[in-house]
């Protein structure tokens, strides 16, 4: 035997009204001038590129004179992969692929 419990205060919505208004989003920029090299890199890219691509395609851009600068900015290009992917601004792919939404 199948019982079936309905919730006596229950009222189903008035018809005619939406249940859920969309509001438009305003466009997002990003601040950090990394995060705009990076969008950049991604937006460029015809399929999902590993971070450390972008880590290493950002930094030739930079072309830091010593290689302990060079790792400094890879390191930093990487920090800023994560609050992008947060930030709905880049995707992730399997496990280390991006690209952007």
């Known amino acids: 035997m199948i ?12 018809v005619g009204i939406p249940a859920r208004t969309l509001i438009a989003n305003p466009i997002r920029q990003v601040e950090h001038p990394l995060d705009q090299q990076i969008l950049a890199v991604l937006r460029e890219a015809p399929e999902p590129v590993s971070a ?9 851009a930079h072309k830091p ?12 290009v990487l920090s ?19 690209t952007t939404v």
């Open 52 to 60: 450390w691509r972008v880590a290493n395609m950002v930094a030739a």
């Open 80 to 98: 800023r992969v994560n609050p992008l992917v947060k930030a709905k601004f880049a995707r992730r792919i399997g496990g280390s692929f991006l």
């Open 3 to 14: 019982s079936i419990l309905i919730d006596p205060a229950f009222r189903p919505p008035p």
């Open 65 to 76: 004179p010593t290689r302990t600068e060079n790792r400094a900015l890879r390191l930093r």
